[in-house]
Nanobody, 120 residues
Framework: QVQLQESGPGLVKPSQTLSLTCTVSGGSITTNKSYWNWIRQPPGKGLEWIGCIRYSGSTVYSPSLASRTSLSRDTSKNQFTLQMSSVTPEDAAVYYC????????????WGQGTLVTVNS
């Protein structure tokens, strides 16, 4: 069974870059037709899909966040990473890494989530 674990700073200053890593166990991020996502949930709001890095290494992003979001991976560590630049207090949220479907609509495995606060 695939397990995911987020890690990274819980506090980021405005205008800086948020960087989170997801470590995957019980399965490989290069497994054929596997899709690895970042999702966030701001306080009191719904889930927002951020982007996906596919088994091939290609990426796709939410249009609303694409200009300042980058996903990458380290296959030797079985990890994938989220970087989001120019953060504002509106980026404060619980960030989840997930494994999901090819249409980015269904998510079968979730990390526990990590809270990121944006504050100077």
């Amino acid at each position: 069974q695939v397990q995911l674990q987020e890690s990274g700073p819980g506090l980021v200053k405005p205008s800086q870059t948020l960087s989170l890593t997801c470590t995957v166990s019980g399965g490989s991020i290069t497994t054929n037709k596997s899709y690895w996502n970042w999702i966030r949930q701001p306080p009191g709001k719904g889930l927002e899909w951020i982007g996906c890095i596919r088994y091939s290494g290609s990426t796709v992003y939410s249009p609303s966040l694409a200009s300042r979001t980058s996903l990458s991976r380290d296959t030797s560590k079985n990890q994938f990473t989220l970087q989001m630049s120019s953060v504002t207090p509106e980026d404060a949220a619980v960030y989840y890494c997930t494994r999901g479907s090819s249409d980015y609509q269904y998510f079968t495995s979730w990390g526990q989530g990590t809270l990121v606060t944006v504050n100077s």
